[in-house]
């Protein structure tokens, strides 16, 4: 004879059922993760500092080519495109003679050593009371960040990160 009853197994189908309804529904309200409300979405611009890259190549970041962004060990996808490129050679700084300024120079010890600007550009990323999510990750000011092309690989960190218009 069957019972109706409903047994251990039936009861915790149903609640992760019912579970995974609230969720779907939560996300279709505009809710992401922990109760963040998605505030909307716009390209973004990452601006990040790479301090000392020691190369002889002074187009390695190229504008319009695509480069790898790894955050947090974890690899963001699709690649992203570069907008921007600045650098300077490395300087180091001296007290004037008369000790009332600062004057940079190149550093003669390490010749090849460059600093880098590049902006990248996502074409989507939401934006939180907390900042922007791009790609799942959210990134701040600060994050190490780490970019990856043909022929290089090189960390840096996030200096700015803003909308896009």
């Known amino acids: 004879m069957k019972s109706n009853r409903l047994n251990l197994i039936d009861a915790a189908v149903l609640v992760l059922a019912l579970f995974c309804g609230l969720g779907f529904v ?4 505009g809710h992401a993760g922990v ?6 979405s716009s390209k973004v611009a ?6 000392g890259l020691k190369t ?3 187009d390695l970041f190229k504008v319009g080519e695509k480069t790898a962004i790894t955050v947090r060990n974890q690899p963001l996808t699709p690649k992203m495109t570069i907008a921007k490129v600045e650098h300077n050679q490395k300087q180091i700084s001296f ?11 190149p550093d003669p010890a390490n010749a090849n050593a460059h ?11 939401p934006k939180t009371e907390d900042g922007f999510v791009v790609r799942g990750q959210k990134i701040k000011i600060g994050n190490q960040i780490e970019l990856e092309g043909f022929k290089y690989r090189a960390q ?3 200096v700015d990160i803003r909308p896009e218009p």
Do not use: C, Q
């Open 46 to 51: 990452i601006e990040v500092f790479i301090t």
């Open 95 to 105: 007290l004037s003679a008369d000790g009332k300024k600062v004057v940079a120079y």
């Open 35 to 40: 109760n963040k409300v998605i505030e909307g």
């Open 156 to 158: 840096g960190v996030v």
């Open 115 to 125: 600093d880098f600007l590049v902006t990248v550009v996502d074409t989507e990323a």
């Open 26 to 29: 939560a996300a279709k309200a």
């Open 56 to 58: 002889r190549d002074l």
